[in-house]
């Protein structure tokens, strides 16, 4: 039960990923029906923008380092998500504005181009290989976690939960390392897995190493970096549903989205909405792009938004494309089926199935188009005449 609930977690951290960036598939959709296939490539520059600020602003020697790290994370978040926006809008201005009145062919057309742009100037800028997002050693903590004192455990017993100790490292004469900061360096060591006896040898020398701190945590725990994704796209949702349900520039949105010659001749400006539309759904993917090679890979590289920009199209195909909820909904949905194939279809289906992980998306694909084309909370919207 443990192992299906923290497969469950992983799933839900990596849907909330697929929906920050499916959110903003269906938004550009919804507005001007563009299926912009270069979404993708925003949430790609996202990631090497995210590395960048971190590198620049908030890295060892930057001046943002001596902030918390949980703040300086969340700088880089917005701040690749605002440099996202801008290119957002740049794109849509020279690219998709020109050719919005030639029809929906000649638009997808140029939403490939555009995905191919960026990533080959991400290829010729940043090299074809993948780059560690940070430059530095970031810890990622879980929890819950609790303190415990080594004298009160006792050789032998049975432990319910995973016990670590962080102890400084000691050179042979018994000196404490020092890094280049000035700082201790320290070691974080296993003394009993959860489920596991608590052996003699191995208290003994916990109790010599003379740890600063002894930490248990229970069999189900969660990291900073899932809370921040979790955090993330809860506060994304929120403001994009404040934005278009209790504003006059969402209310703006939803007439262009309804009929954007209506919206013209009643005095809205159509271009103005669209540009914002694709400035929101921009920066979400750029977001996007932080949280997943940050937080979640740890890695960026010029092709990490090709399939990863499929995947969220899935999911706002999946939801219906079209509907803010329904890309949310779906991109949860995605992560789960991605995380339980990969870890239970060997055994439920045959040796090595969990390597079609990506295949079983797009089978989700084709069945939903074959079943609900519309997405399982699209609407059925009659035809003008």
Not at 54 to 77: D, K, Q, S
Not at 300 to 314: C, E, S, T
Not at 377 to 385: A, L, N
Request: hydrophobic share 50%.
């Amino acid at each position: 039960m443990i192992e299906f609930l923290s497969q469950t977690l992983h799933g839900l951290t990596l849907g909330a990923l697929f929906a920050l960036v499916a959110i903003g598939y269906t938004m550009v959709f919804g507005i001007i029906k563009l299926i912009n296939f270069a979404h993708g490539e925003f949430y790609m520059v996202g990631g090497f923008s995210g590395m960048l600020v971190w590198m620049w602003l908030c890295g060892p020697g930057a001046p943002l380092h001596a902030m918390p790290v949980e703040l300086r994370l969340v700088v880089t978040i917005l701040l690749a998500g605002l440099a996202v926006g801008g290119l957002a809008m740049l794109s849509e201005r020279l690219a998709y504005r020109p050719v919005r009145g030639a029809g929906r062919i000649s638009a997808l057309l140029t939403a490939v181009g555009v995905s191919l742009l960026l990533q080959n100037v991400g290829i010729t800028v940043f090299g074809a290989r993948q780059m560690s997002f940070f430059n530095e050693p970031v810890e990622n903590p879980r929890y819950p976690r609790t303190l415990v004192n080594l004298n009160e455990l006792k050789p032998g017993t049975l432990s319910d939960r995973q016990i670590l100790y962080r102890a400084p490292h000691r050179d042979l004469d018994g000196n404490i390392d020092v890094g280049p900061d000035g700082k201790p360096t320290m070691l974080t060591e296993t003394l009993v897995e959860a489920g596991a006896v608590i052996d003699k040898d191995d208290l003994e020398k916990a109790i010599e190493a003379k740890p600063l701190e002894v930490i248990a945590y229970p069999a189900l725990t969660i990291t900073r970096n899932q809370i921040l994704v979790f955090a993330g796209l809860l506060v994304s949702a929120l403001a994009l549903y404040l934005l278009v349900q209790k504003t006059r520039m969402g209310r703006a949105m939803r007439a262009v989205s309804h009929d954007m010659q209506a919206a013209s001749l009643m005095g809205i400006d159509c271009n103005r909405i669209v540009l914002l539309t694709f400035a929101v759904g921009g920066s979400l993917a750029g977001m996007g792009g932080v949280l997943a090679g940050g937080m979640f890979i740890s890695t960026v590289d010029p092709a990490m938004g090709f399939v990863f920009g499929l995947k969220a199209f899935i999911a706002a195909v999946l939801g219906g494309i079209g509907n803010i909820p329904g890309a949310l909904l779906g991109g949860l949905a995605l992560g789960l089926i991605e995380q339980y194939s990969q870890n239970y279809a060997d055994r439920m289906l045959f040796q090595g199935a969990s390597s079609y992980r990506d295949a079983i998306a797009f089978i989700l694909l084709i069945l939903v188009l074959l079943i609900r084309p519309r997405g399982f909370f699209g609407r059925i919207e009659g035809e003008k005449v």
